[in-house]
């Protein structure tokens, strides 16, 4: 068939005629990090790639764990699907530590401050900004008067918590984030497992359980909208007033542009705009 194949078609030709060969023999297996495939001899079920220098198991081609070591490829498997479920668990409702990179979770709709069980770092949970003693903070003389404080960023849910959900909802429309319609109840729903402790138990102490309230829903939604608002790098500043420009440019110790004569109220704005994008710090 070399006659009336191209180069291309008679060398792939060649290489799944050898993948072939290779596959029923008994000791072959693929490598589970990259295309080599590997002879393997030996009694161990770990097996070396001399490709990639990475291992996966001959057995049931799983990437190689220390672990795998203490127990059969049915529980090794099993151990990987419950890992994999706290991986993303932890990555929708998780932090990690700014310091020591340890992951938590954190509950929905709770405090902002967090303090790391292994490290003792204490940071904000939502922007990962540190909290200072005041005389241990040297961004201004207004801070050494403060107790433990940090300045967190303006896309922080420490300020946009503050915001309506229809306002958070604008700054994603506005942006052209799309999102389910009924996202808000799916979302909250979601939710309600995480919540359910910790608003149970709220209520037995407040002994208040007759007491309605909907605030838990509402801040878990926001802090929802917010996630999708940081993940998607949006800046708030673009749905701010003349007031929250101003305040913004206050809190980090920048200049207030004037008000001129010739200075229309849309064009003072974007005034305070560009100086706001151009001179406070916005971690994303």
């Not at 770990?46 to 081609?61: A, Q």
């Not at 070591?69 to 498997?77: A, I, L, R, V």
């Amino acid at each position: 068939i070399h006659h009336y194949l191209d180069p291309a078609t008679h060398d792939l030709f060649q290489r799944k005629l050898r993948d072939r060969a290779l596959m029923e023999m008994p000791e072959f297996s693929w490598c589970s990090h990259c295309p080599f495939g590997v002879l393997h001899e030996g009694d161990t079920l770990k097996m070396e790639c001399p490709s990639c220098n990475k291992s996966t198991c001959f057995s049931c081609k799983q990437q190689w764990e220390d672990i795998h070591e203490t127990m059969s490829c049915e529980k090794f498997k099993l151990w990987k699907q419950q890992n994999q479920e706290l991986d993303e668990f932890l990555s929708k409702n998780g932090i990690e530590c700014p310091s020591c990179k340890s992951q938590f979770e954190l509950w929905k709709g709770g405090c902002l401050h967090f303090k790391c069980t292994q490290c003792q770092c204490e940071f904000c949970g939502a922007c990962k900004q540190l909290f200072h003693q005041g005389q241990d903070c040297g961004f201004s003389e207004e801070c050494q008067g403060k107790g433990l404080h940090a300045h967190h960023t303006r896309d922080c849910f420490y300020y946009l918590r503050d915001w309506s959900i229809e306002r958070l909802q604008q700054l994603l429309q506005q942006n052209g984030i799309k999102y389910e319609n009924d996202f808000s109840r799916h979302s909250v729903n979601s939710l309600q497992g995480i919540l359910k402790e910790n608003t149970q138990k709220r209520k037995d102490e407040d002994k208040a359980a007759n007491r309605e309230d909907s605030s838990d829903n509402n801040i878990a939604e926001k802090e929802i909208l917010v996630q999708l608002i940081n993940a998607n790098f949006l800046d708030p500043v673009d749905l701010y007033t003349e007031q929250e420009m101003k305040q913004e440019l206050q809190r980090w110790k920048s200049s207030v542009p004037d008000h001129s004569r010739n200075d229309s109220k849309e064009s003072y704005l974007e005034k305070l705009k560009m100086v706001t994008n151009e001179g406070v710090i916005n971690t994303n």
